[in-house]
Every structure is written in structure tokens, then in C-alpha cells.
């Protein structure tokens, strides 16, 4: 267990930080069911455990020293959940939340290492646009057909599916150890 | 008594027998036992350490292995995918329980076998003697998700310890075995070995027979000083002339005579005691249940009986001839000391009162002046000192009745004991080489006094010396005579050399060429004590002698003994045939002088014809026997009618 903060922090990040550190105890102690509770900073705690999973081709990580970037349109649901593990380490590196918005210009596959992909038109577009690159999809429920990592809301509980298929497009891969974990592995 | 069975003695009880092998195998498989106990419990022990190291080694690895398999069910917190993490460790037998706690220190997932039971699991966080418990953390990405305990059992570890204990114990056994086996073989030798040392240390190799050694022990047992411990009587018996038959036969017939009389004791004593070589010439005898003074003089009988029948020694019977003295314990001497110097003080008596006599112990025979030694010492003064004499026995020409001749005997004049007799001091003087010097002094003075008998114009008469074994064995006669004649002027008839018949056949070429230098000098040499010895008679004609002694023990029952009788005329008839003179000794009664004259007997000696006297009560009977009283005067002086 990680010692508590200095000062008061807002729930969504301690509950955040809570999941980083021990994530399996806090929802099983939960009584509540999963609506009850804020559930983004849960999912927000799976996607960034689930980065450390992932086999990025060498080239690609090659690229970027010490940063794995995680991008997001800063409307998604998830993305105030996201917020507070900016700077954490994954894999040795420093986690990048970069944000977009609609004004801005959709991000460069090559800027991305992965991408929470929302309902929206633009993603759709994008993630056609990026069948074949190297960025780990992540899809929050249903669309996105192209997500290699899809996350559910069954029994109170958040689960995920994995698309190997899809992520070997963008010649990505998954530890065999969290595809045990997966409520669905599609090859 | 068996001659070949190793000696068993008082301090050597039966069962000690064989101790040393026993003792060698015994600490021979002892240390075989120790050695195989420690290497056996050292092998154990380090394979125990080693196993038991390597199990958890193992278990360690398996922990990693399954802590990294972990690691995304606690970052997920998927209980089931934990347990199904956990479950292939079931193919692990050793594995009793595994538990995986998350960071908070909750238990996140458990497993354990089903018939090691629930409490395994609890049992984890405790140490147990059955257990050996292993925890690493559950790491992912540099973060720490939990701990995975395993317990692992040690029960088929002890199971292949014991196992392995027990193979070991039963490999030591059968190497003991073995050892054991091994050392009993070596064991029959050492017995053997042990048999021959306690047979050379306690057995005289000559003989046969127990020696000194075995004697004292076996006496300090015997007198142990207790009342009532049984009675005994110790027997010493001391060979004569055994040193001659040395000196001139050689040791290998010295040898022959030891084992002769080895065998006549063990075969003569049997099992009523047991015999030893005491050393030299000697033995004792232990007399089991001879106690008194009449049984005592029994048992001297017949050791003395033992003696009694020839020995063929160079293909010639010899009489052996000894002391017998006995001493009993306890009534004699309370210590194993103070008995073996009863009885040795009784053989001394015995040999004093001449040869095969026994005597038994009284308190007045241990003297200390008696003793050898202090005799010895004493004598060799008295020579020095001039305390010796010379007393003269005549010999009377039987047909004539005159005095022809005299026999020098010695004596010593002792300042404190008075005149001794021969007897007390001659033997211990013939142990030694002072015997040589004494009958050096005996020839010399004996020619001194011829001369001074000449020089007072008595009548001519020999005088005749006893010679002893060493003076001819070692040439000292020869000198001796021939410087005593020339110093004093002498005619070599006037002294006549006396050689006992044992001694002139001891070491007979040797001997014969002594006397025949001798004689040719023109010295007369005379065969005393003639009958005891073991004359061959073709022998005694070779012999380079002018004069046979008859012994005084054939005269002595004269004129009534008629074998006696037969044994002189006989020996009267064969000197007469070889030319020579004979003379009897012992003569004390005048039946015997007249019958030993009728048989043509030339010349006696005896109490009859008188006694040994000095020098000067010799010349006044001569004096009166051969000197005309008006003659007297003209015949000292002139001194004509000596020398031819």
C-alpha cells in the first residue's frame, strides 16, 4: 500500500492512484455495484495497466526514447480519468496523456502509441485511416470496430476483450499473460 | 607338564589367554565402527543439507515463476484467473499449500492440497519442522502487487533421508562385518605370535622346561603369604661338574646334558610339581604337597634317584652327578626370596658333604659368610694374604710300610672361622678362575716345601698335588709345574700331578697332550678318584698316566663288600698289565690294609696310615720313620741322596 497523500486530493485521482497500487482489492471491497462508483478511474486504471502488456515493434518505440503516449479527444468520457496517471511509468517509460480536441488536427499515427477511440465520426475516420499502424486501439463499449482492446461493463465488474487479429495488423502484441485475463481473445 | 603347551601362570588366567588379539579386534572393529559412524552421519547430514538446500531453491524458482504468472491477475484483480494460476502447482506433489496476498497483506488467492487440509494454509506464516516455506513478491513493471507464499513439504525429503540412513547404517554394518572378518584372521597370527613370546619368555629354550622367569613368577604366587596357603617344598638341584663337561666337551654337549635332565625331571616329577631351569647348571623343583621333613628327604631321593643312570654323551656312558637341596614353605621361608635362598643354602650343604647329596634346609646353613660370593672375595684376600696352608697325607707303601709319599691337600688358616677344609671353599674357588691361581700356589708351595725337607736331609718322598679342570684346560699346569721345579730346584719325580678320571676324559686330546708334556718333563701324573669315572679301558691304556687312585668309596666297605673286592683286583690286574702304580684311598681300618696288600695293591692313603698334617709334624715322622737318629745330622747336611 502506497502512503496516502499529503494533501487532499480529488476522489477520481486518489481512486486512480488507489487502483495503480491495488487495484483487485479496492473493487472487490467495493459493496456498491460498479455504477454507484465513478467507474472511469477504474477503466482508466485497466487501460493503463493493460499498456503494460503490450509489445510496440522496436522501431516504433525507437522513435521516442522514454515516452509511451497515450492519445485521447479530450471529450472523452475517460479522459478526466486519465489525467492523473500522466507521468506514470509504463514499461520504463514516462506515460504521455496527449489531448485533442475538435479544433485541433488528429493526431499523427506516428505521434499516437496508443488511442482511446470514442463514438465519434472523426475516430471512425482515423482509425480507418490507421488499420495498419502501430497504435494500440482501445475502444470504451461498443463501435470502434478496429479496437484491439475493448472494454465492458458486465456483472459489476469491467472487463476487456482482446482483438489479437487486430493488433497484429499494427504489428502489436500481447503478453500471454493478460490475454488469460481477457473475457474474450479474438484471433 | 607339556613340554609344547605355552605356559599358563599364576598371573595368566585362562581367559586371558589371546588378550592381545582380542584387544586388537575388538578396538580394530571399534574404530572401524567410530570411523563408519561418523563418515555415515557426516554423509547423511551434508546430503540432508544439500537436498534440503536444493528444495528450496526449486520451490524459490517455482515461486518466481508463478509470481510472474500472477502478476496480471492481482493488476486485474481476476481472483479466478489467480487461482487458476495457482492450480497447476497441484502437479507438484512436494507442494502443501500456496497463498497469494496483495499489496494490502489480504489474501488474494490460496491453494492448498486436499489432504494436507485448510490448516497448511494457515500453517504457512509458521515454521514447521515438515514445512519449508518460501515468499516472493509479486512484481509487474517495477511495482510490487503482492506476495506468493508456498509451503513446500519436507516429508519425502525425511522419507529419502531415512531411506538413505538406513541403506547407510546397513553398508557400515556390512563393512564392520567384513572388518571383523578381516581382523579375526589377523587375530589366529597374533595369537600364535602372542602363544611364542609367552613361550619364549617363560620356556628355556635347551630344556624345555619352565625357566627362571616363570619360576619367580610362579613362586611369587605360590608365597603369598597368607596363612594357610598350601605347603610346598622347593627343591634346588645343582649339577657337578656340569662347568667341566662345558669347558672341555663344548656347550653343544653341555646342551645335551640340560635336555637330558630336563626330560629325566619332567618325566620324574610329573604331576606331583613342576621343574624350571633356574639357570646354568641349576633347576628347581616345585614339590606340590611335600610338607614335611620325611616327605622332604622322599622327594630329595629321589631328584638325587634321577641322576643315578648313565648318559650317553660321544657315544661314552657319563655319570651325572649333583646337589640336591630343599627348602619348604612356608615352616622354611616366608618370601619367594627367603625360600629360594633356604634351598640354595641346603644344596650348598648337601654339595659340601660331597657329591650326590640332598640336604634339607636348616636355619643355621645361611650364614652370610657362607654365601659365594662373600667367599669369593674373601678367598682371593686370603691368597693374597697368605692365609692358605698346605697339610700333608702320607702314602705308605703297602709292602714296605714306609711313607713313599704325601698328598698336598690345602686348607685355609681363616682369621675368624679357624681352619677350613676344602669342602667350604674349593667348589666356590672352581667357579672361578681363582681355582687357577690357587693351584699355582699349591704346586709352588708344595715345591718349596720338598726343597726345605731337602735342605733338612728327610728322606725322599713325593708329593703329589691335585691339578684342577681349568689349570689343564687352560695350560696353566704345565707352566705352573715347570716354574715350581726350576724355582726351587726340584727333581720333576718329586711331584706327581693328581687328575680326576672325569676330568681326564672331559676333553681327553687336549688333556692327554697337557700330560704328556708333563710327563715327559718327568713329572708323574696320577688317575685320582679311579672308579667313578667312565674309563673306557681301551681308552686308559692310551692315557699318559703312571697311576691309578682307587676312590675311597670302593674301600670303603672293604673287606666285606666282594664287588668291591672284584673291582679292585681287577683294577690292580689291569694297572699291573699297563705298568702301573695303584693306590687306594680311604683306608681306615687294618682289615682293609691287609687285604688290599694280599691283593697287590702298591700303595695306600687313610686315616689308618695317617691323617693330613703340617708341613713340620710330617717331617718329625718322617723324620722318626726315615732317618736314622746318628745319621740324622750327616744326611741334612750333606744332602747326597736327593735328586736323582
Known amino acids: 500500500m502506497r502512503s496516502p497523500p499529503a494533501r487532499p486530493s480529488p476522489p477520481a485521482r486518489r481512486l486512480a492512484l488507489r487502483a495503480f497500487g491495488a487495484l483487485g482489492a479496492l473493487v472487490l471491497a467495493s459493496p456498491w455495484p460498479a455504477r454507484a462508483v465513478e467507474v472511469e478511474p477504474l477503466k482508466a486504471a485497466i487501460v493503463y495497466n493493460l499498456l503494460s502488456f503490450v509489445e510496440w515493434p522496436s522501431d516504433v518505440l525507437a522513435a521516442d526514447a522514454d515516452a509511451l503516449t497515450l492519445c485521447i479527444d479530450a471529450r472523452?468520457?475517460?479522459?478526466?480519468?486519465?489525467?492523473?496517471?500522466?507521468?506514470?511509468?509504463?514499461?520504463?517509460?514516462r506515460l504521455i496523456l496527449l489531448e485533442t480536441t475538435a479544433a485541433d488536427e488528429a493526431p499523427a499515427a506516428r505521434r499516437c502509441h496508443a488511442y482511446?477511440?470514442?463514438?465519434?465520426?472523426?475516430?471512425?475516420?482515423?482509425?480507418q485511416q490507421w488499420r495498419q499502424a502501430p497504435v494500440l486501439v482501445i475502444a470504451d463499449g461498443p463501435g470502434a470496430e478496429e479496437a484491439a482492446i475493448r472494454l465492458h461493463e458486465a456483472n459489476d465488474r469491467i472487463v476487456f476483450d482482446i482483438d489479437?487479429?487486430?493488433?497484429?495488423?499494427?504489428?502489436?502484441?500481447?503478453?500471454?499473460?493478460?490475454?488469460r485475463l481477457a473475457r474474450q481473445v479474438h484471433e | 607338564m607339556s613340554p609344547n603347551r605355552p605356559p599358563v601362570l599364576p598371573h595368566q588366567a585362562a581367559t586371558q589367554a589371546g588378550r592381545l588379539g582380542r584387544h586388537l579386534v575388538r578396538s580394530a572393529v571399534s574404530a572401524a565402527g567410530v570411523a563408519l559412524v561418523v563418515a555415515g552421519a557426516m554423509l547423511n547430514l551434508a546430503l540432508y543439507g544439500m537436498q534440503r538446500s536444493a528444495?528450496?531453491?526449486?520451490?524459490?524458482?517455482?515461486?518466481?515463476?508463478?509470481?510472474?504468472?500472477?502478476?496480471?491477475?492481482?493488476?486485474?484483480?481476476?481472483?479466478?484467473?489467480?487461482?487458476?494460476?495457482l492450480e497447476p502447482l497441484q502437479g507438484w506433489p512436494a507442494l502443501v499449500a500456496a497463498a497469494v496476498d496483495d499489496a494490502a497483506g489480504h489474501r488474494f488467492a490460496s491453494y492448498h492440497r486436499t489432504d494436507a487440509g485448510t490448516q497448511a494454509v494457515e500453517a504457512l506464516a509458521r515454521p514447521s519442522w515438515r514445512h519449508e516455506q518460501v515468499a516472493v513478491p509479486v512484481q509487474h513493471d517495477g511495482r510490487e502487487l503482492g506476495r506468493l507464499h508456498l509451503a513446500v513439504s519436507l516429508d519425502g525429503l525425511h522419507r529419502r533421508s531415512a531411506w538413505f540412513a538406513l541403506i547407510t547404517a546397513l553398508a557400515a554394518l556390512a563393512a564392520l562385518g567384513m572388518a571383523y572378518l578381516r581382523t579375526l584372521r589377523v587375530r589366529g597370527a597374533i595369537d600364535r605370535t602372542e602363544a611364542r613370546l609367552d613361550e619364549l619368555a617363560f620356556v628355556d629354550p635347551v630344556t624345555r622346561l619352565y625357566n627362571r622367569h616363570a619360576a619367580n613368577e610362579h613362586l611369587a604366587a605360590r608365597c603369598v603369604g597368607v596363612p594357610g596357603a598350601a605347603p610346598f617344598t622347593l627343591a634346588v638341584l645343582d649339577l657337578d661338574d656340569f662347568k667341566v663337561i662345558n669347558d672341555t666337551l663344548g656347550h653343544a654337549a653341555g646342551d645335551r646334558v640340560l635336555r637330558e635332565m630336563g626330560e629325566r625331571l619332567r618325566a620324574g616329577v610329573g604331576e606331583a610339581g613342576t621343574a624350571y631351569r633356574?639357570?646354568?647348571?641349576?633347576?628347581?623343583?616345585?614339590?606340590?604337597?611335600?610338607?614335611?621333613?620325611?616327605?622332604?628327604?622322599?622327594?630329595?631321593?629321589?631328584l638325587l634317584a634321577l641322576l643315578r643312570s648313565p648318559l650317553s654323551l660321544e657315544g661314552q656312558a657319563m655319570y651325572l652327578r649333583g646337589s640336591v637341596g630343599l627348602a619348604r614353605y612356608p615352616q622354611d621361608a616366608a618370601t619367594q626370596a627367603d625360600l629360594l635362598a633356604a634351598a640354595d643354602a641346603a644344596m650348598y650343604a648337601a654339595k659340601k658333604s660331597g657329591k650326590n647329596h640332598f640336604a634339607l634346609y636348616r636355619p643355621e646353613m645361611r650364614q652370610p659368610e657362607r654365601s659365594r660370593l662373600h667367599i669369593e672375595v674373601q678367598l682371593r684376600a686370603a691368597l693374597a694374604r697368605g692365609e692358605l696352608r698346605l697339610h700333608y697325607q702320607p702314602i705308605v707303601n703297602l709292602a714296605s710300610g714306609r711313607t713313599v709319599g704325601a698328598e698336598a691337600l690345602v686348607r685355609w688358616q681363616h682369621?675368624?672361622?679357624g681352619l677350613l677344609p676344602p669342602s667350604e671353599f674349593i667348589d666356590v674357588a672352581e667357579a672361578s678362575d681363582l681355582i687357577v691361581d690357587i693351584g699355582a700356589w699349591v704346586i709352588d708351595e708344595a715345591a718349596r716345601q720338598l726343597a726345605a725337607w731337602r735342605a733338612l736331609g728327610l728322606a725322599r718322598i713325593f708329593v703329589a698335588v691335585n691339578a684342577s679342570a681349568r689349570q689343564v684346560t687352560r695350560g696353566a699346569l704345565e707352566r705352573q709345574v715347570t716354574s715350581a721345579l726350576e724355582r726351587h730346584r726340584l727333581a720333576p719325580g718329586m711331584l706327581e700331578v693328581e687328575i680326576t678320571e672325569s676330568l681326564l676324559l672331559a676333553d681327553a686330546e687336549c688333556n692327554v697332550r697337557a700330560l704328556q708334556a708333563l710327563r715327559q718333563r718327568g713329572v708323574r701324573v696320577a688317575v685320582d678318584d679311579f672308579g667313578t669315572g667312565q674309563s673306557s679301558l681301551a681308552y686308559l691304556k692310551r692315557l699318559p698316566v703312571d697311576k691309578f687312585k682307587i676312590d675311597r668309596s670302593f674301600v670303603h666297605?672293604?673287606?666285606?663288600?666282594?664287588?668291591?673286592?672284584?673291582?679292585?683286583t681287577a683294577v690292580i690286574t689291569m694297572a699291573r698289565t699297563l705298568g702301573l702304580r695303584v693306590v687306594a684311598e680311604g683306608v681306615e681300618r687294618e682289615d682293609q690294609r691287609d687285604l688290599l696288600r694280599a691283593l697287590g695293591c702298591d700303595d695306600a692313603q687313610g686315616w689308618l696310615l695317617g691323617r693330613p698334617v703340617t708341613a713340620n709334624a710330617l717331617a718329625e715322622s718322617l723324620g722318626a720313620d726315615h732317618v736314622p737318629p746318628n745319621l740324622d745330622r750327616a744326611a741334612a747336611g750333606a744332602g747326597m741322596t736327593w735328586g736323582d
Do not use: K, Y
Open chain 1, 76 to 93: 472523452h468520457a475517460l479522459a478526466p480519468a486519465l489525467r492523473p496517471l500522466a507521468g506514470q511509468p509504463v514499461r520504463g517509460r
Open chain 1, 116 to 127: 482511446i477511440a470514442g463514438r465519434t465520426p472523426r475516430d471512425a475516420a482515423l482509425l
Open chain 1, 164 to 179: 489479437v487479429a487486430s493488433a497484429r495488423r499494427g504489428r502489436l502484441g500481447f503478453s500471454s499473460r493478460v490475454l
Open chain 2, 55 to 85: 528444495l528450496v531453491d526449486d520451490t524459490r524458482v517455482q515461486a518466481q515463476v508463478t509470481a510472474d504468472a500472477l502478476a496480471p491477475a492481482l493488476l486485474f484483480d481476476d481472483r479466478r484467473a489467480g487461482h487458476e494460476t
Open chain 2, 278 to 302: 633356574h639357570g646354568g647348571d641349576e633347576f628347581i623343583v616345585l614339590l606340590e604337597r611335600v610338607a614335611d621333613e620325611a616327605a622332604a628327604a622322599h622327594a630329595g631321593e629321589a
Open chain 2, 415 to 417: 682369621p675368624e672361622r
Open chain 2, 557 to 568: 666297605e672293604l673287606p666285606h663288600a666282594r664287588g668291591d673286592v672284584a673291582i679292585i
